[in-house]
């Protein structure tokens, strides 16, 4: 985002504090996870393709309601 506009680096520096955010939430509930996620498939690119999933909507459904203060971080992150 180096040399872009202020929206273009809020929007790369809201990404990092999502990803970030996404794995300090799921860490401690991965081993579980994962037990769950053998339990999808034998095969391992179908479990893989599994956790993916199952990662994306759990972080999804965890950052919906803090969302607004993660925004907020960004913006005191990259002001104007």
Do not use: C, D, Y
Not at 63 to 74: F, I, K, N, S
Request: net charge positive; glycine share 4%.
């Amino acid at each position: 985002s180096i040399g872009t506009k202020t929206v273009g680096r809020r929007t790369a520096v809201g990404h990092t504090i999502f990803n970030l955010w996404s794995v300090l939430v799921i860490l401690p509930f991965l081993r579980p996870l994962l037990l769950l996620i053998e339990t999808t498939s034998s095969q391992l690119p179908v479990q893989i393709a599994n956790f993916h999933l199952l990662f994306n909507l759990l972080t999804v459904l965890v950052t919906v309601p803090v969302l607004p203060g993660l925004v907020l971080v960004t913006q005191r992150v990259v002001p104007k």
